[in-house]
């Protein structure tokens, strides 16, 4: 080897990096104690920028281009090695290449509970879980405030931190929007644009952007899920009497007394329905117009202790209005009735309780 290739060994001409990771943000030009050479070409492509820092300062930033490194091109370093117009030395510089490709499908949730005020639900907790997008959008800010000097910088080394923060924010934006909860189960994609605004002021701090942010589910405690549950049954049923058909036979799916009950009373209300309408129509014609039907006699049944008796006619309530078994706030409930009502509050029974007895025969 001549003098001259050692010494042009000694210098670097080419610049580059080319990435094959999937993690890295930085990577440092390893120059293993040679110098640069002046006028060295510098290659940054694109998703890339390099980061000139000389002797702890950071200087000059390119973007993606072919570069021919000389002080038209690098006015930062110019200026801090106050080089001339003349000046062809080589000169000593770290590089870091820093990668402004998106990184996505990062992970994000909430390890505890969010507490809100929901407008519907009162004051009740969340839990939410997503996936987030990063990307470098300041090279030079980021380097100063998250890397520092580390040579090989990667995804990894940031990302529980940027999950604590998007966490953070979003517990502060979720619980000051004022959006009901149901809202925001149905409207995932507009609630995680409001969270990415909220939380861009943080991140930009570090030179980062998040470009996207999804909210995955947004999942409530299970007794506000079993009430929603509920209220979703009640509206599937369309009214409360139907409501009460639904749990009636909900009931006798699970076997009981009270559903027993229930379905006795309706199917004697059927059956006498059926047999009034049947002797009608076999009654022997008469001479002029036929009297209409007799009027439906209703059963009645009695709710005692989470217990249903019956079906009892109007007379047997009658006796038991008064013996006192059948009292004015006794639950009782009909076939046709929107649900259960006291038994007062029923116009058909209410007169039990007003009608007094004649007064008894004189002894003797």
Known sequence: MG????????????????DDTRDTMVWRFEREGHEIKYGAKLTVREGQAAVFVHEGQLADVFTPGLYMLETNNMPIMTSLQHWDHGFKSPFKSEIYFVSTNRFTDLKWGTK??????????????????GTYTVKV??????????????????????SSQIRNIIVQDFSKAIAQSGIPVLDMAANTGEVGKLIAQAIDPTIAQYGLTIPELYIENISLPPAVEKALDDRTSRGITGNLDDYMKYKAADAMGA???????????????????????MGAAMAPAQAGMAPPPPPVEHVWHIAENGQTKGPFSKADLGRMASSGELKRGTHVWTPGQDGWKTAEDVDELAQLFTVMPPPPPPAG
């Open 3 to 18: 003098i001259l290739d050692f010494l042009s060994g000694q210098f670097i001409d080419v610049i580059e990096w080319t």
């Open 137 to 158: 959008g300041d090279p030079a800010l980021f380097m100063r405030e998250i890397v520092g000097t580390d040579g090989e910088f990667t995804m990894d080394e940031i």
């Open 112 to 129: 505890n509970p969010i507490m809100l005020r929901d407008p519907e639900f009162g004051p009740t907790r969340i839990r939410a879980f």
């Open 255 to 277: 076997g009981g007394g009270m559903a027993e009950g229930v379905g006795m009373g309706m199917g004697a209300a059927m059956g006498m329905q059926m047999g009034n309408q």
